[in-house]
């Protein structure tokens, strides 16, 4: 029996199938890869794994375009294999959850293969048809994130369908009840098979209006795009109504009410927009809402800056307060943290122990606890048609897909004994391997144990309300605060050494283990470079 509450506040550790473990030599990782894997991921002390998308796939886009949602894509392994990851991971005690990619198909998928055969056939109203303008151009000016319209005109129905990414990936119309009714069936299937809960790709997308009305463009000053490169001519415009739609909130109800009798939870993405977080706000306040949404706001732009971090904090505490953020640094879509923000090793510590220290629960990418940096690809290497399309300007999300390295002694890092895998083993991430990384006390995976861990043992971190957030200087506080303690939380975030008041009152330091400074005599905190303090009032 699941406990009801165990999402809030846990650690998810995101699995991208693809590059984790080949079990069989094929150069693509499968879940038995996992399977074998899992020990490990336990090691960490996360409380459950994600795994992208494994379903029967073309692979467009790498699974994120499903062509049967009850099967797993031989590439993967089989459904028994599946039944194994569940048997070993709840025998580790972590939980799992399976990426359901609701918001379109594949264009390979028999419901879009019928309903592209003709107007009138059961399935005709399954998918976003549209007439062509009298022009013959594409009915609105929606735009596809992935770059050109969102309408791509198809002459055996002599209409235009929608799609928000790649053209092979049609967006499935939300407006018929038969539509939602089948996704439902597809969840529940999985909730038998013993899954604990969701990854929801996309949820703001799964509705569009049905007047199909024009975006209106967005004033540059505005253009604010959380994860969109800003070479993308989709970030020009305010996706009103081809996305973040009420009708939203109706499906994701219902898509709780299923899951309510497995005690299992969701995470919702929901995919740049300028009001993500008041998104997040609607989608997870209430019992009857899903459980948690996943923002962007730490995923994309440059090093955040504690008035940043400030600021998205105080934005929860102000349009989510009673809902539930999930956040991440990195995921298969970004370039990793460690790049993007360009953190050292201190740097990238002091991040996950600020993580760990916010309020709502978090996300861990694959390879993050080792501080891989984001791999250089020469064009010839991408796989990503994102990439592709936008190169060089928007290099794509193979960098932060390539394949994980468990022991640089071994073929591909350990990862596959095929000949070539499908993205190249990053070479400087070969001395950063699990086996390397496991024997020097030094390396930033022994920090993100005892990060997580230090979490566990705070039930404040956990479920506490957040507050006081302030900025002094070059330093980011908040007290976290439940029945059961309160804790004053202050982060350096940068690589001069600083100096604040400490907090008025009975307080000692806590977490010794991640460097937690003490207050000295003058009653002042003094942080090295990029040095936490924590501590607990008596
Ligand atoms: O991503 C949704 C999303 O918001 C992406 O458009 C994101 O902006 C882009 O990938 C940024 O780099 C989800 C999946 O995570 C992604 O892998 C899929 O390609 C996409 O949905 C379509 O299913």
């Not at 048997?87 to 580790?92: G, I, R």
Request: aromatic share 12%; proline share 7%.
């Amino acid at each position: 029996v699941r406990e009801k509450n165990w999402w809030r506040g846990a650690v998810i550790y995101q699995v991208y199938p693809r590059s984790y473990q080949d079990s069989n030599g094929d150069g693509v990782g499968d879940l038995l890869g996992i399977v074998h894997r899992l020990p490990y991921i336990a090691s960490l002390g996360v409380d459950a794994v994600w795994i992208s998308p494994f379903f029967a796939s073309p692979m467009k886009d790498f699974g994120y375009d499903v062509s049967d949602y009850r099967d797993v894509d031989p590439m993967f392994g089989s459904l028994a294999d599946f039944d194994a990851v569940i048997e070993t991971a709840h025998s580790y005690g972590l939980k799992v959850l399976i990426d359901l990619v609701l918001s379109h198909t594949s264009d390979q998928h028999p419901w879009f293969v019928e309903s592209r055969s003709s107007r009138d056939n059961p399935r005709a109203n399954w998918y976003v048809w549209a007439e062509a303008k009298p022009d013959g151009t594409p009915p609105n000016n929606w735009l596809s994130i992935f770059g050109g319209p969102a309408w791509q005109w198809d002459t055996e129905r002599q209409q235009y369908y929608m799609h928000n990414f790649l053209t092979s990936q049609p967006d499935l119309n939300f407006h018929e009840p038969q539509v939602q009714a089948a996704l439902l069936d597809i969840a529940e299937f999985w909730l038998e098979r013993g899954v604990d809960g969701f990854r929801l790709d996309t949820i703001n997308y799964y509705t569009h209006d049905a007047l199909l009305r024009d975006n209106p463009p967005l004033a540059p000053e505005a253009r604010r795009a959380k994860t969109a490169p800003a070479v993308n001519p989709y970030t020009w415009q305010d996706h009103v109504y081809d996305k973040s739609r009420p009708e939203n909130l109706v499906f994701l109800r219902k898509l709780r009410a299923v899951m309510e009798p497995y005690n299992a939870a969701a995470v919702g993405e929901v995919g740049d927009d300028q009001r993500d977080l008041e998104i997040v706000g609607e989608y997870t306040s209430g019992d009857d809402m899903i459980h948690m949404c996943y923002a962007f706001d730490l995923l994309s732009g440059s090093t955040p800056s504690p008035d940043y971090v400030r600021d998205v904090m105080e934005e929860v505490v102000r349009v989510a307060a009673s809902g539930w953020v999930c956040w991440a640094y990195s995921n298969h879509d970004v370039m990793r943290h460690i790049s993007r923000w360009a953190l050292g090793q201190a740097g990238a510590r002091a991040f996950t122990t600020l993580m760990m220290c916010l309020r709502g629960s978090t996300c861990i990418y694959q390879g993050e606890e080792l501080g891989l940096p984001e791999a250089d690809l020469a064009f010839e290497d991408l796989q990503d048609p994102y990439g592709i399309q936008f190169w060089p300007e928007f290099k794509g999300r193979d960098g932060c897909r390539t394949p994980m390295v468990w022991d640089r002694e071994h073929h591909h890092g350990g990862f596959s004994d095929a000949g070539r895998t499908w993205l190249p083993v990053s070479q400087e991430h070969l001395p950063l391997s699990v086996a390397q990384s496991e024997q020097d006390p030094g390396a930033l995976i022994h920090h993100y144990r005892r990060a997580i861990a230090f979490r566990h043992a705070h039930s404040a971190l956990k479920t506490g309300e957040i507050s006081r957030l302030s900025v002094a200087g070059t330093c980011l506080s908040f007290t976290r605060k439940d029945d059961r303690e309160e804790l004053f939380c202050a982060f350096n975030l940068s690589d001069e050494p600083a100096t604040i008041a400490a907090p008025e009152g009975p307080w000692h330091t806590v977490g010794s283990e991640l460097n937690s400074a003490s207050p000295m005599a003058d009653g002042k905190l003094h942080l090295g470079p990029w040095q936490p303090c924590i501590m607990q009032r008596e």
